[in-house]
């Protein structure tokens, strides 16, 4: 797997410089409303994976997509509730390279944010600072089309949503909701579009801190936020953020702890929804 790295003077600076303002606007944003229609989650029976998969995903092994295919760099929310967008345009990108190698595509966020998640709004403010449910967006993307990346789209303008280059819609997209159904779908069929909770220490975090993120919740939060999961490590899951390549590991990357911020069927906070994963089949 890709070796641990670290960010260097420069990358600590600028996510320290970004995470006051990260975390202004994360006490700003609105949580999308929970769509009421939730399909049933795949039980781990249904979706096993071949016998050299679920050895790779016994107790103490590590699995990591980067060190199979060209995994796109991290993308850069900046101050928009945007990550959802950033977590499944990622995924569809990662499923679609490894369905047809040879065959990469770059997939706008912007669009899946703008124009999926807030079809029906046209102020950019509030388009900015309420996020989306992943589950409505993934079901829209089942009949309405995700859009090529262009430079300079994002943040995307609604009304630019007509005249963009769409490409296709998502087959299907199935919620994940334990560690051994998601390990075996990492490993067998490719990375995943998570949900997770986050507190204000998140927006700071470097590798130099600590090798895994554990949160702070003495900081303020939690905050929803969604990610995109590559792999898994003895200690935790393997993520790609989206608020810039600076953060976590120095590339955007990082490592979250088992059991920690209710991400892939663990425990929610008090007061908060449990989230899933979601694996998309393009």
Same mark, same amino acid.
């Given at each position: 797997?890709?070796?641990?790295?670290?960010?260097?003077?420069?990358?600590?600076?600028?996510?320290?410089?970004?995470?006051?303002?990260?975390?202004?606007?994360?006490?700003?944003?609105?949580?999308?409303?929970? &769509?009421?229609?939730?399909?049933?989650?795949?039980?781990?029976?249904?979706?096993?994976?071949?016998?050299?998969?679920?050895? %790779?995903?016994?107790?103490?092994?590590?699995?990591? #997509?980067?060190?199979?295919?060209?995994?796109?760099?991290?993308?850069?929310?900046?101050?928009?509730?945007?990550?959802? $967008?950033?977590?499944?345009?990622? &995924?569809?990108?990662?499923?679609?390279?490894?369905?047809?190698?040879?065959?990469?595509?770059?997939? &706008?966020?912007?669009? =899946?944010?703008?124009?999926?998640?807030?079809?029906?709004?046209?102020?950019?403010?509030? =388009?900015?600072?309420?996020?989306?449910?992943?589950?409505?967006?993934?079901?829209?993307?089942?009949?309405?089309?995700?859009?090529? @990346?262009?430079?300079?789209?994002?943040?995307?303008?609604?009304?630019?949503?007509?005249?963009?280059?769409? @490409?296709?819609?998502?087959?299907?997209?199935?919620?994940?909701?334990?560690?051994?159904?998601?390990?075996?779908? @990492?490993?067998?069929? $490719?990375?995943?579009?998570?949900?997770?909770? =986050? #507190?204000?220490?998140?927006?700071?975090?470097?590798?130099?801190?600590?090798?895994?993120?554990?949160?702070?919740?003495?900081?303020?939060?939690?905050? @929803?936020?969604?990610?995109?999961?590559?792999?898994?490590?003895?200690?935790? #899951?393997?993520?790609?953020?989206?608020? $810039?390549?600076? #953060?976590?590991? $120095?590339?955007?990357?990082?490592?979250?702890?088992?059991?920690?911020?209710? %991400?892939?069927?663990?425990?929610?906070?008090?007061?908060?929804?449990?989230?899933?994963?979601?694996?998309?089949?393009?």
């Amino acid at each position: 797997m890709s070796p641990t790295r670290y960010p260097s003077a420069a990358q600590e600076q600028e996510v320290a410089a970004n995470s006051a303002a990260l975390a202004r606007a994360y006490r700003a944003f609105k949580e999308p409303r929970r &769509s009421s229609k939730r399909r049933r989650p795949r039980a781990p029976a249904e979706s096993l994976a071949p016998a050299s998969a679920a050895a %790779l995903a016994a107790a103490g092994s590590s699995f990591d #997509w980067r060190d199979k295919i060209a995994i796109s760099p991290p993308g850069d929310q900046k101050l928009c509730y945007a990550c959802t $967008g950033f977590a499944i345009a990622a &995924s569809i990108e990662a499923r679609q390279l490894i369905a047809h190698p040879g065959q990469p595509i770059a997939v &706008s966020a912007g669009f =899946i944010h703008t124009c999926i998640g807030h079809a029906d709004d046209s102020d950019a403010g509030k =388009i900015c600072n309420l996020g989306c449910d992943m589950y409505a967006v993934l079901g829209a993307l089942e009949s309405n089309a995700y859009a090529q @990346l262009s430079p300079g789209d994002y943040p995307f303008a609604s009304a630019a949503c007509p005249a963009a280059q769409r @490409l296709t819609t998502i087959q299907s997209f199935d919620p994940i909701v334990d560690r051994t159904t998601a390990t075996n779908n @990492l490993v067998s069929a $490719g990375p995943l579009a998570a949900d997770m909770y =986050i #507190w204000e220490d998140f927006f700071s975090y470097t590798t130099t801190r600590s090798p895994t993120y554990t949160p702070d919740s003495t900081t303020a939060g939690p905050y @929803l936020h969604s990610v995109y999961v590559v792999g898994f490590e003895p200690t935790g #899951w393997i993520v790609k953020n989206s608020m $810039g390549t600076s #953060w976590g590991d $120095g590339t955007g990357f990082a490592t979250i702890a088992y059991g920690a911020c209710g %991400l892939i069927g663990e425990p929610a906070p008090p007061g908060k929804s449990p989230r899933e994963a979601y694996a998309v089949t393009v």
